[in-house]
C-alpha cells in the first residue's frame, strides 16, 4: 500500500502540491477562530456537587451579587489607610460605578480590612459564554480609568478578580506562545542544519510544517465550533510543539530513509517513493498510536481533556498526512538539491558510535537489559511522592497586575478573600427558610478549622433559598483549602443542615476537589484503553503477540521513570507544592505515545533484517547501527522542542515541558536504543511468534551470502546500485 502511495505521489506530485495550496487556502480562509476558556467550571459534568450549586445559585440569584473583578487600594508607602484615603476610594468607587461598563452589573466600595491596610472595590459582571471577552475588555477600560483617578495621590491601586486574572493568564500565554514558538523554530533550525548540513532542507520543512499548523489550526477551530467543543487555553502551546516536534521527526524518518536510497544509487524519485514505500508502514503505525492516545481522552470526564484529546489527533493526522504526501512531492520535484549546498549526502556515515553500540548490545543483552531497566526502576521511585496541585502555587509575579494586587490583598485579609467558598441551601420541603436556622447554621459553619468568616449573602425572594458566602484562611486553590473544603467544610455543611434542606458547596475551591475526583476516574478508565489501542496497533504492524506485550512494559517503566525525575526535580529540588494535577495525563499520553513511536522505528527495523535472514544478535546490531542516528536526532529535536516550553515564566507548561521532554529522552536513549532491541534479542525469534520469522537457506552463491557493500562511482563518493548477488537494504 505505502509503496503505491509512495509511486503516486512522486509520479503526480505538481498534482499533490496544488491540492494541499487550495484545501490549505479553503480551510484557513473558513475557520472561525479557535475559542479557549480558563473557566475550570466549564469542564466538569453536572454531577459533581460544585457544579449542581452553581445551578443553584444561577436559579434562586439570577441578579446576585458575585464580584468578578476587585480593585484593590493600599498606600504607597505601606501604611495604614487614612480618613482622607478612604474617602477618596469611596469616590473613585462612585466614577467606576457612573461609568457603565459593558456587563458590569453592579459595583461596590467595601469597609477597609481590619488594620485598614486594605480597602477594596468589588465589581459584579453578568455572566458571559466561553469565547466572548466582554468581561476582560471591562477590565481593561477599568485600569486605563484608574490611573488618572489615583494620580497626585498616596494610593496604590491593581485590578484582581476571576475576570482580570483570566485577562493577565491569556496575556501571559501569547507570551508564553511566542517564546515556544521562537524557541522550538530555533533549535529545529540548529538541530536540522547540524544533521544535514543543509539549510534548504531546514527551510523545507519549517514552511512545511507552518502550512500543516495553520490548516490543522483551522480543522480543530472548525471540528471545535461544529461539536460544541471547550478548548482550554493551554492548548495552543501544546499544539506549537506538537505541530513542528512531530512533524519534524516523521520528516526525519523520511529523509533519512531518502537519504539512504539515494546512496544505494536510485535516483531521486525513485528513492522518494522506495523510502515512502520502506519507511510509510512504521510513520503510519507510529502516528496512529499517537493519534489513538489522544483519542482515548474522549473517554475522559473533563471536557477540556475531551476535546484536548481530538484537536491533538487532528494536528497528528494533518501532519502524518503530509509528511507521506506533500513533503515527498516537494523533495522529489526538488531532487538532489534540497540537500545543498552539502554534498555529504553522497558519503555513507561510518556511524562509528552506532555501530559500536550496536555490536555491544547484540553480544550482551542481558546487561543491557539489566541496566537500562534499573535505571528506569531507580527513577519510578521517585513517583511515590507524586503529589498533585489543581492550580500553580501563587507567587507575585511584578509583570502581572492581578497578581500584585492579589499579593497586595492578602497583606491584610485571608487568603480565600479573593475567591470565598459557597455554601446554597435549598427548602426541600417546600417552607422557606427560617431565620433563627439561618443564625444557627452559620455558626456551625464558623467552627469548621480553616474558616475565617462565614456571611449570609442573600435569600431568593421566595424565601427558599440561602447563600453563605465562606472565607477560608488558606489560599482558595490550594491543597490546603481543598482539604478543607473536601472534609470539614462539606460535611459539616450538609450534617449541619436543618431538617427540609439541602446543601451544596460551590466556589472555585470546590471545583477543584471535585476536577480531583474526576481525574482519578478518568485515570482508571483511558490509560488502560490507551494501552490496550497502541497494543492492537503494534499486534497488526508486527503481526506478532509476543513484541507488543514486552514493548508496552518498556514503555511502562519510561513513563514511570518520568514521573519520578519529574517529581524528584519540582517537588524535592525546587520544593515545590506538587505537579499540575493533568500531567500524569499528558506524560501518560505523549511518553507512551511518541515512546511507542521510537519503539516502532526500532522494531520495524529489527524485523525487516530478521526477515532479510540475518540472525537475532546481528539484527539487533544492524539495526541500531542504522536506525539509531534517525532516533537519536529525532529525539533530541522532539525534547527540545518540548523543553522550549520551560522558557515560559508559567509552573504549569514548564513541569509539561520538562516531563515530556526528558520521557522522549528516556525513549529514545534508553528505551528504543538499549532496553528494546536488548529484550527482542534474548527472545530471538520468538519475538515475532505466531510468525515464523528466521534465516532461508540460500542456493549456493545466492543473496546474503555476501555483506552488503554499496558500490562506488567513478571514485566520487556517489554509489551505485547494488549487484544482483548483495542483499537489498
Not at 477597609?112 to 466572548?132: N, R
Request: glycine share 8%; proline share 5%; aromatic share 8%.
Amino acid at each position: 500500500m505505502f509503496s503505491a502511495l509512495g509511486r503516486f505521489v512522486v509520479g503526480h506530485r505538481w498534482l499533490v502540491i496544488i491540492s494541499w495550496l487550495i484545501a490549505g487556502a479553503a480551510v484557513i480562509a473558513t475557520a472561525p477562530a479557535l475559542t479557549t476558556t480558563s473557566d475550570q467550571a466549564e469542564f466538569l459534568p453536572k454531577q459533581y456537587e460544585s457544579i449542581q450549586a452553581q445551578k443553584i445559585q444561577q436559579k434562586a440569584f439570577p441578579k446576585g451579587f458575585s464580584p468578578s473583578a476587585i480593585v484593590v487600594f493600599t498606600r504607597k508607602d505601606g501604611k495604614p489607610l487614612q480618613e482622607a484615603d478612604s474617602a477618596r476610594v469611596a469616590k473613585i468607587g462612585e466614577s467606576l460605578k457612573a461609568k457603565k461598563y459593558d456587563k458590569v452589573e453592579e459595583v461596590i466600595t467595601a469597609p477597609p480590612s481590619p488594620h485598614k491596610k486594605v480597602q477594596t472595590v468589588l465589581v459584579s459582571m453578568a455572566d458571559v459564554k466561553a469565547g466572548d471577552k466582554s468581561q476582560q475588555h471591562a477590565v481593561e477600560d477599568m485600569r486605563d480609568d484608574l490611573k488618572p483617578l489615583v494620580k497626585g495621590t498616596e494610593l496604590k491601586t491593581g485590578v484582581t478578580g476571576d475576570a482580570a486574572t483570566q485577562l493577565d493568564a491569556e496575556e501571559a500565554a501569547k507570551r508564553a506562545d511566542s517564546l515556544i514558538f521562537l524557541g522550538t523554530i530555533g533549535l529545529i533550525i540548529v538541530l536540522l542544519t547540524i544533521i544535514f548540513r543543509s539549510p534548504t532542507i531546514t527551510i523545507l520543512t519549517i514552511v512545511g510544517i507552518t502550512l500543516v499548523s495553520q490548516v490543522a489550526n483551522g480543522l480543530i477551530a472548525i471540528s471545535a465550533k461544529a461539536f460544541h467543543l471547550k478548548a482550554d487555553s493551554s492548548v495552543s502551546s501544546l499544539l506549537i510543539v506538537v505541530l513542528f516536534g512531530v512533524g519534524t521527526d516523521y520528516i526525519l524518518f523520511l529523509m533519512f530513509r531518502y537519504r539512504e536510497r539515494l546512496r544505494c544509487g536510485e535516483d531521486p524519485k525513485t528513492a522518494m517513493a522506495t523510502a515512502v514505500g520502506r519507511v510509510g508502514e512504521a510513520i503510519a503505525s507510529a502516528a496512529g498510536a499517537v493519534i489513538v492516545c489522544f483519542l482515548a481522552l474522549l473517554l475522559s470526564s473533563l471536557s477540556f481533556l475531551a476535546s484536548m484529546g481530538p484537536a491533538l489527533a487532528i494536528a497528528i493526522t494533518v501532519t502524518l498526512l503530509a509528511c507521506l504526501t506533500l513533503i515527498p512531492a516537494l523533495v522529489s520535484l526538488m531532487g538532489t538539491k534540497v540537500f545543498w549546498p552539502s554534498k555529504a549526502w553522497r558519503h555513507e556515515p561510518r556511524a562509528a558510535r552506532f555501530g559500536a553500540i550496536g555490536r555491544g548490545v547484540a553480544r550482551r543483552p542481558g546487561l543491557f537489559v539489566v541496566g537500562s531497566g534499573l535505571l528506569m526502576v531507580a527513577l519510578a521511585v521517585g513517583a511515590l511522592g507524586y503529589q498533585p496541585v489543581f492550580a500553580p502555587e501563587e507567587k507575585m509575579d511584578a509583570s502581572n497586575e492581578s497578581s500584585v494586587a492579589t499579593h497586595d490583598m492578602r497583606e491584610d485579609l485571608p487568603a480565600g478573600s479573593t475567591n470565598p467558598s459557597t455554601v446554597l441551601m435549598r427548602s426541600t420541603n417546600g417552607e422557606k427558610l427560617g431565620q433563627q436556622e439561618l443564625k444557627t447554621y452559620i455558626g456551625d459553619l464558623k467552627k469548621v478549622e480553616g474558616v475565617g468568616s462565614v456571611t449570609r449573602s442573600q435569600l431568593s425572594k421566595d424565601g427558599k433559598t440561602a447563600e453563605f458566602s465562606v472565607v477560608l484562611t488558606a489560599d482558595p486553590v490550594g491543597n490546603k483549602a481543598m482539604d478543607i473544603v473536601r472534609g470539614p467544610l462539606r460535611t459539616t455543611a450538609h450534617e449541619a443542615a436543618p431538617p427540609g434542606t439541602e446543601t451544596k458547596v460551590g466556589g472555585v475551591t470546590s471545583v477543584f476537589v471535585d476536577i480531583g475526583k474526576a481525574v482519578n476516574r478518568d485515570f482508571s478508565v483511558v490509560f488502560p484503553t490507551a494501552a490496550a489501542l497502541i497494543m492492537l496497533i503494534l499486534a497488526f504492524l508486527l503481526r506478532s503477540l509476543i513484541a507488543p506485550v514486552y514493548l508496552m512494559v518498556s514503555v511502562a517503566l519510561g513513563f514511570g521513570a518520568t514521573l519520578g525525575a519529574t517529581v524528584l526535580l519540582f517537588q524535592n529540588i525546587r520544593g515545590e507544592a506538587g505537579l499540575t494535577f493533568f500531567l500524569p495525563v499528558i506524560m501518560y499520553l505523549f511518553v507512551v505515545a511518541i515512546g511507542t513511536d521510537y519503539n516502532i522505528l526500532m522494531v520495524a527495523r529489527l524485523r525487516e533484517e530478521a526477515k532479510e535472514g540475518l540472525s537475532p544478535r546481528e539484527a539487533t546490531a544492524k539495526s541500531i547501527q542504522h536506525a539509531g542516528p534517525t532516533i537519536a536526532a529525532a529525539g533530541v529535536i522532539l525534547a527540545g522542542t518540548f523543553a522550549s516550553m520551560t522558557l515560559a515564566n508559567d509552573v504549569t507548561l514548564a513541569q509539561t515541558g520538562f516531563a515530556v521532554a526528558f520521557g522522549i529522552v528516556i525513549a529514545s536513549f534508553v528505551m528504543a536504543m538499549f532496553f528494546t532491541p536488548a529484550l527482542t534479542t534474548l527472545f530471538g525469534r520468538a519475538a515475532w511468534w505466531p510468525r515464523r520469522i528466521g534465516p532461508r537457506v540460500p542456493p549456493q552463491g545466492g543473496p546474503y551470502q555476501e555483506e552488503r557493500q554499496p558500490v562506488p562511482v567513478d571514485g566520487r563518493g556517489g554509489y551505485a546500485p547494488y549487484r544482483s548477488g548483495d542483499r537489498r537494504d
